[in-house]
C-alpha cells in the first residue's frame, strides 16, 4: 500500500509519485551516496523503506536507466552509472552541489596560466583594437543619448532589421525583425531556451561530445539528456530517428559547423533531414552557430534553419567569437510562439543587452573594415591551426584537422591518465579541456580539447613542446 502521509512522497504533490523517488535517488547517486558500480538497493527493499508501492520503485529505475544515470547487471539488479556523481572534493560543499553538476568549464578557465589551449577565444590582439575608438566615438555622435536610456528587451530595432537582411542576404533566412532576439552572447540565448522550453525529466537530444556549459545549462534544467554521437561524417540519423521516436525529446541542442569541440561539421542532405526528422517527430532543433565565418577553405553548407519552413528550428548565433567578444552579441531566429515565452522570461532577469553595445557593433559589424579584418583572422587563425598540427604530429597523437573553428579534438595515447595530465600541465603553466568535460557521459577520458585560437605562434610552439614533453614523461611513469 503506498502511504499518503508520507511527508517525502506525497501523492499531492504535482510531479507524480515515481518521479519523486526518481528524484530522490538521482540526487543521492549525484551527492556521491551511492558511488559509480555501487548496486542501488532492491526495488523491494526501497519500496518498503520509502512506503511506496514497488511498480513505482520500478517504474523510477526504468527511467533512471533511460537517462543512463543507472545501469542493469546480469539481471542481478540497477547499478550506478560512472560519472552520474560529482567529484569528491565538491561533495560536502552545499553551495557547489546546488549549483554545479560536477567539474566544470569555467573552473578551468579560472586558472591563470601562460599557455591557456583551455580558451576557445580569439587573442585579444588579433582584433583591430586601435579602431573600435571610431566606431564608439561615431556612436555617441549619432545617437547622444545613447547611454540616457534602456535597449528593449528583444534587441535594438535598427539592430535587428539590418542583421535580418544579413541573414536573409548570406543564408536565405525568410525573417521578419519581430524574429530575431538580441542577447549579451549565446550563452545567454542557450540559458534563455532551456529555461523556456525544457522542464524537469524531459527528454533533451545533445550531441556527444558537446559544449559543455550547454550541458550544465539543461541539467539545471533537470532534463534527461539522451546522447547522439557526432563523427567526421556527421550523425547516424537512423539513429537520431529512434532516439526521437522512443524519448520524444523536447528538443535537439546541435553545433554542427566547425562543431566545439571536435570542429566536425554535418554535410548539407543530413541538414535537409534533420529538419524533416524535427518536424516529423515534432522536435525542435536548438542550432548553435558561433563559428560559421571562421572557415580556412570552402564556406560550410547553409545552417539548418535555412532549410525549415514549419519553424521547427531556433538559431543562435553568437559574434562573440570574431567580431568584438567584449560587447558581447548574439542574435536568436525564432518563430512568434516561443519568442513571446522567450521574451517573457528575459524581462525577469535583465532589460535587454545594452544599447551601446549593439549600436557599436551595428556600426563597425556592417563597415568593410570589419569583413576585411575578417579575411585576415581566416588566414591568421589557419595559421595557427597548422602550427598546432605540425607540433601534435611530431607526438604521433590523432585528430582530423578542421576546417574552421577554434578547436582540435585529440586523442592521447590511452595510457595517459588525463586527471594527472591536468593537474602536472597546470603546475608547468599550461591548460587544455579533459574530453569528459564535453561528454554527457562524462567518457572520453583518452581525448582533450586543444584551442589554437588564443596563442600566438611562437607561444603555441613553445607550449606544444612543454606540453608533449609532459606527456611523454606521464606515458613513462604508468
Ligand atoms: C558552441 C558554443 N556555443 C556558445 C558559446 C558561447 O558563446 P558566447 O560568448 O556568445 O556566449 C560558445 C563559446 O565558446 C560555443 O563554443
Redesign the pocket.
Known sequence: MENDHFSAFSAVQADKLYEQVYDYVQERIRRGEWRADEKLPSVRKLAAELQVHRLTVFKAYQLLKASQAVYVKDKSGYYVSPGSSLPAETRDDPIVLANVQGGSLSEIHQVQADYQYSK??LDPNLLPNHYFSEYVKKVFDLYPKVLGTYGSIQGDMELREALCGYLAAQYHFHLSADELLIT???????DLLARVLVKPRDAVLMERP??S??IDVFRGRGANIVPIEISESGYRLDEVERLMQSYKPRLFYL?PTF??PTGYTIPAEQRKRLVELAQQYQCLLIE?D??RDIYFGKKPPLPLFAYDTEGWTIY?R????YVA?GL???ATACRPPVMKHVLKARSLSNSGTPLLNQKIFLHYFFSQRMQQHLEKLRIALAIRRDIMEEELAAAGWEWSSPEGG?NLWVKLPETVSIDKLLVESVKQSITFVPGSICDPLRSFSSWIRLSYSYLNEQQSREGLKRFVGLCRMLERWE
Do not use: M, R, V
Open positions: 576557445a577565444l549579451s552572447g549565446s550563452q545567454e540565448a542557450i558537446t559544449y556549459p550547454a553545433n562543431h566545439n548553435d558561433p563559428y543562435i553568437s559574434f562573440s567569437k567578444p558581447s552579441i548574439a577554434f
